[in-house]
């Protein structure tokens, strides 16, 4: 099971890290809600807007044309 808490550690992917603290501040921008870190996906979750914002190269991309829509 991925980890989908907002305040688990960072997981490096390809020796890179995501800053805690700056996810803890981030918010959906289409909702303003708060948003949930998948490590494993490397995404952050924002289940009231159904979206996953992807982290590349250790940046948020806060887009909602970028987003992927979740499944569920």
């Known amino acids: 099971m991925t980890d989908q808490s907002p305040l688990s550690p960072a997981a ?6 995501v800053d805690r603290r700056m996810l803890e501040a981030l918010t959906c921008p289409q909702t303003q ?3 949930s870190y ?3 996906r490397q995404e952050l ?3 009231a807007a ?3 914002y992807p982290i590349r190269d250790g940046i948020p991309v806060m887009l ?7 499944d569920d």
């Open 12 to 17: 490096p992917q390809s020796g890179l890290h």
């Open 38 to 40: 998948d490590a494993a």
């Open 50 to 52: 159904g979206l996953a």
């Open 45 to 47: 979750v924002s289940r």
């Open 33 to 35: 809600g708060t948003l």
């Open 64 to 70: 909602v044309d970028e987003a992927r829509k979740l």
